[in-house]
């Protein structure tokens, strides 16, 4: 949590200081909030993501190469038996 804190308040602090619109005066306040939300959900995104994979990645991977073992063995049980007949 103090990440994400620590974001925003930079962001906010840093980037709203001389903040000038498309029409060179800062009335499109809206736009940029939008903006620094937009760009501080990604981050948030990233840090979540990045600690879900380091609790979960091995079965993750793990599942997932049992799951195309899987596939595999029955893509060639099937290639088989298509050649007998």
Known sequence: MKKEKLIIIALLSVLSFKSYARTGTASDEFEFFLAIVGLLLIILGLLNGI???????????????????????????????????
């Open 51 to 85: 600690d879900y994979m380091k609790k979960n990645g091995k079965t993750i991977i793990y599942k997932s190469i049992s799951f195309l073992n899987e596939k595999v063995i029955l893509l060639r049980n099937y290639i088989n038996k298509v050649n007998s007949n």
